[in-house]
């Protein structure tokens, strides 16, 4: 205690000027160090600002949807398929018996959908579109007063990324905004914004009183100019020092802009919500978003319903939480009208409104395999990104969805079917579906693996890997240009021999073997095709040349190395999924080569073109002969080793084959109809034996896609060229060719295609 009277005593005896001089020092020390901190979060803005202003979107837009003539698809889906991009006022049901009248065209139709495309580069003008139940009946042009194929609506935009970031945003300056959302926005959000310097007194005081009575943080208090500097230059983290930083970083953004500059800026910049992996940024993504219109085009309900999001996107969000939205959009009417500028007969009517039941639609990730093409692809083109970019795609958005649905279904089915045949463990089976239209080359749809999220590595792009029986394709297709030894032209009639064979190159002997052991002596071509006999397939490569197989492979877009060795004929080689893609797009073009492409056109922001995909088409191989090669391999299908897609409810016309890796590491389909071509893969990163096959594995996943984006085409046949015609074999006739009764049992009834100046 003494001490402490001592020390008492001697602090009295400190002079006064003493005093002032210490506390003199600790203000400097206070003013300097505020002033400093003031100046560093200056500083942060000012960088922030300038990096923002540097980074430039990149905006992904789909292909365009198609509505044709004998689309195969129901009145629900066709008017979804519209809405999708068009907005309310541009489409509508029509009477039926108006529609007939107008366009002239009759036939039964029980629905009719007038669109109006004035303002689209593509298709120009208006349309009626005649559907029955099932399917479109006819397109009518308005303005040219005929009837159409098809018409091309809209491209969508699917993704946007400013910088690494996956965000949807569509400025729109503040002159264009309705002044019932910017109403709407004041009045719930900050309704002193125009009085305040960038912080609300009695805001904050409101909000700390609040806080204290419910114990925690429940409310901030935070103006419009807060706001704006918490989503523009801090994060979301709830601190005391957040807050102050939040304070003086909204002060000083106000002493340097304008109150019309910070609202247009909080207008493109306010987090809105989520479109799967996206956010959506600002009120112009946001209108897009949930009314499917422009920002100018909004009514006072949708307005509200706006500025009552921004609380809150997620509990506030009309599809899934539309209580809660309704509620809240009621707050911002009411203050609408406490404040007059309303009256009650727009505040009940706009209340009374219903909420918007349209959910754009959203991927589980933005095609993120696919997106990686096309990336790939811009730096192969040397196209700069630094100046933002509009990349206009082939993707389909309905072939996506169906691609991730059906390698969903597939691997499901295999863990279930096949799971005593699977190693044990956990894992990862992988699988890699790609498709194609064989008219544009256009890729479609691109999957490159289970599930990007887990699993990025992009195995249709990267993945080198044995493409075993999918290689016969080409053998056949070079015997069909070559000579038996009797000097006869080889023919799917052709008879080869399907025996346990052993031959010698380059000081090494090698025997193929034939799937379970099972061998069938001497059979017409056709039937080795169809149902992948090695030994037939590889005595046929050797005696008419594995230099020409190369050759033909080399034609049809195959770049991988391929030696001229006997197990070229088994496909003991790697290739990409892609470049199996490429090679059997061009069979399914009848020989003509046509390059893939992720990309469809390229402009800068400003809409200048950058590039376009100008095709370079050729005629690698002989038509007819090719259509050979369809007619056997349409076999597969119908009843070979692919015949598992009719069993799974596959019923469309097409041709296949499927591809088995002898040691069982790689199992592969390459299908294809009149209108669409599809790879499919499965098997492990590391090699791991699965003992799948072809049909076992990959098959079922090509069937589930082909079933779910092919059902819109009708089911007709390849257009067959001139040069050829189909014959009909009977059950007899298929004997006499040496097929055992067993198997033509199997059969039944087949049809070839043959070429007209070779005989029966």
Known sequence: MKAWHDFLKNVKQIPRQAYFGV????????????????????????TSLQNKQLITPIEFYSAPDTIFTFQRINNADLLDTIKKVLPDDQYGTRDTTSCKQQSGIQGDISFCIYINLTDE???????????????????????????????????????????????????????????LCLNSLLAIEDNEFLEHSGFSVKSIFRALIKNVIEGRKAQGGSTITQQLVKNYFLTHEKTYIRKLKELIMAVLLETQFSKDQILEAYINEIYMGQNGTFEIRGFGSASEFYFRKKLQELNLSECALLAAIINSPGRYDPFTKPDNATTRRQ?????????????????????????????????????????????????????????????????????QKAAED????????????????????DKPLQAVLISADPVTGYVQSLIGGASYKYYPYNR?????????????????????????????????????????????????????????????????????????????????????????????????????????????????????????????????????????????????????????????????????????LIGMMKQTVENGTGKLARLLGFKSPAAGKTGTTSDSRDSWFAGFTPNH??????????????????????????????????????????????????????????????????????MGDIQIILEKNQSE
Not at 387 to 395: E, F, S, V
């Open 23 to 46: 506390a003199g020092l600790l203000l400097a020390i206070v003013v300097i160090f505020s002033f400093y901190s003031i100046y560093k979060l200056q500083e942060t803005m000012q």
């Open 331 to 399: 707050l911002v009417l009411e203050k609408l009208r406490d404040n007059n500028i309303i009256s009650s007969d727009d505040f009940s009517a706009a209340n009374q409104a219903e909420l918007p039941s349209f959910s754009e639609q959203k991927l589980e990730s933005p095609a993120p395999y696919f997106m990686e093409a096309v990336m790939e692809q811009i730096d192969s083109l040397g196209i700069k990104k630094e100046q933002g970019l509009r990349i206009y795609t082939t993707l389909n958005l309905r072939a």
């Open 677 to 746: 071509v599809a790879i499919t893969w499965v098997g492990y990163d590391d090699n791991t034996t699965h003992n799948l096959t072809g049909a076992s594995g990959a098959l079922p996943i090509w069937a589930q896609y082909m079933k779910t984006y092919g059902q819109q085409f009708p089911d007709t046949d390849f257009n067959w060229p001139d040069e050829v015609y189909p014959l009909d074999l009977s059950e007899s006739q298929l004997e006499d060719l040496g097929i055992s009764a067993e198997e033509t049992a199997k």
């Open 460 to 628: 249709a792009l990267k993945a080198h890997r044995q493409i075993g029986s999918t290689m016969k394709a080409f053998v056949f297709l070079s015997a069909l240009e070559s000579f038996t030894e009797e000097g006869n032209p080889f023919t799917p009639l052709t008879v080869i021999h399907d025996e346990r064979f052993t031959t010698n190159y380059d000081n090494t002997s090698w025997s193929p073997k034939n799937f379970e052991n099972k061998y069938f002596g001497d059979v017409p071509m056709f039937f080795a095709l169809k149902n992948s006999l090695n030994c037939a397939t590889s005595k046929l490569a050797i005696d008419t040349g594995l230099e020409s197989i190369v050759t033909v492979a080399r034609s049809f877009g195959i770049t991988s190395p391929m030696q001229p060795v006997p197990a070229l004929s088994l496909g003991a080689f790697e290739l990409y999924p892609w470049e199996l893609l490429q090679a059997y797009l061009t069979i399914a073009r009848m020989g003509s080569y046509i390059p893939i492409t992720y990309i469809r056109y390229v402009t800068d922001l400003d809409d200048d073109t950058l590039f376009e995909q100008i095709p370079r088409v050729e005629q690698v191989f002989s038509k007819s002969k090719v259509a050979v």
């Open 121 to 179: 580069a593509e298709n120009p003008g208006r349309y009626l579109i005649g559907a029955t139940a099932t399917d479109v009946a006819w397109i009518y042009s308005l303005e040219e007063k005929r009837p159409k194929y098809n018409i091309e609506l809209l491209p969508h935009l699917f993704a946007q990324y400013y910088g690494n970031r996956p965000i949807l945003k569509t400025p729109v300056q503040l002159g264009d905004t309705p002044a």
């Open 406 to 425: 059906a390698v969903k279904y597939g691997l499901d089915r295999i863990r279930t079917v096949y799971k005593d045949r699977l190693p044990k463990g």
